[in-house]
């Protein structure tokens, strides 16, 4: 298994649009409703997809896309879920190893950015946790984990004081899922339709 900082190249950005984002957000849009997807067909929500990732990737350098591979002959139980050790996690490794090879499996991601903070506020820049998904069947393996820990190594290099994400309220799992994981409330979000 490894974790992988996701390039801008066409193949790679498809290939994860195809095997973690549709899933992911056909998940979400049934544990929210708000989260339904467009009438399309999968093509075209793929390749929406690749080039608006394309494009925020490369327009800004604090955004990171971190996804796991692992081998298809390895049981998803059989999933190491120890701690990363430091080679994995070298910022430089995984953006220059390309595309994750072909003969792995996609199995989950997490994507980050930087909120700076301006510097007339009193609170340390913050890494928001954009994304995170884990496929069913490694769902409970401890990759969920991993991918925070993920987070973590690149808020410290990033220079960030705090971890930062929203989590919709229909969300009932994740929100568990990061409860569990020490992060709290610190502000309420209000949607109405314009009318």
């Known amino acids: 298994m490894e974790i992988r900082r996701l390039p ?27 989260h339904a997807l467009a009438d399309r067909p999968d093509e075209e929500l793929i390749a929406a997809e ?17 996804v796991v591979a692992v081998d298809p002959e390895v049981a998803p139980g059989d999933v190491d879920s120890g701690a990363l050790d430091s080679e994995r ?5 995984p953006a220059s190893a390309g595309v994750p090879d ?14 700076e903070c301006p510097e ?9 946790v954009g994304d995170i998904y884990v496929g069913e069947s490694y769902r ?14 690149d808020a410290r290099e990033q220079d960030c004081g705090e971890l930062r994400l929203d989590v919709d309220v229909d969300n009932e799992r994740a929100a568990a899922f990061y409860e569990k994981r020490g992060f709290k409330p ?10």
């Open 50 to 66: 690749a080039e608006f990732r394309r494009d925020l990737l490369r327009e800004e350098p604090d955004r990171r896309l971190w």
């Open 186 to 195: 610190y502000r309420k979000q209000l949607t109405r339709e314009v009318g």
């Open 140 to 153: 409970e393996t401890g990759l969920a984990d991993r991918l925070m820990e993920r987070a973590e190594v």
């Open 8 to 34: 801008t190249d066409e193949d790679a950005l498809r290939r994860y649009a195809a095997e973690l984002w549709l899933p992911y957000h056909r998940d979400l849009a049934a544990a929210a409703e708000r």
């Open 120 to 128: 007339v506020f009193d609170r340390p820049d913050r890494l928001v």
């Open 89 to 93: 996690l070298d910022p430089e490794k």
């Open 102 to 115: 072909p003969d792995r499996d996609l199995v989950a991601f997490v994507s980050t950015s930087v909120d």
